[in-house]
């Protein structure tokens, strides 16, 4: 069994930083393409930032130069590193995970909890 465990989110006043982290646990053969997604009331859930077990990374343009998505192979962990926050980013923040749990399984979505990240003076 995999399990994403979210932490970093909160209150923070506009221009503030953040950084989310998410660490996969359980029975881990190959994590593949790691992201960022989030969901404010009343939208459908958003990609905010990816990125390949090779390092390539793409973002969503709202946060374009201002987050910055990053991963930790050897603690199977994803970051997301948030400056400049504007009172548009508060939403529920979701860490997503592509995984192969054994050689002869095939590669699952996986979804950690939601953090809830809130930005206003």
């Known amino acids: 069994q995999v399990q994403l465990v979210e932490s970093g989110g909160g209150l923070v006043q506009p221009g503030g930083s953040l950084r989310l982290s998410c660490a996969a646990s359980?029975?881990?053969?190959?994590?593949?393409?790691m992201g960022w997604y989030r969901q404010a009331p009343g939208k459908q859930r958003e990609l905010v930032a990816r990125i390949t077990s090779g390092r390539n990374t793409n973002y969503d343009d709202s946060v374009l130069g201002r987050f910055t998505i990053s991963r930790d192979n050897a603690k199977n962990t994803v970051y997301l590193q948030m400056n400049s926050l504007k009172p548009e980013d508060t939403a529920v923040y979701y860490c997503n995970a592509n995984i192969r749990t054994s050689v002869s399984s095939i590669i699952y979505s996986y979804w950690g909890q939601g953090t809830q990240v809130t930005v206003s003076s």
């Open positions: 359980g029975s881990i053969f190959s994590i593949y393409t």
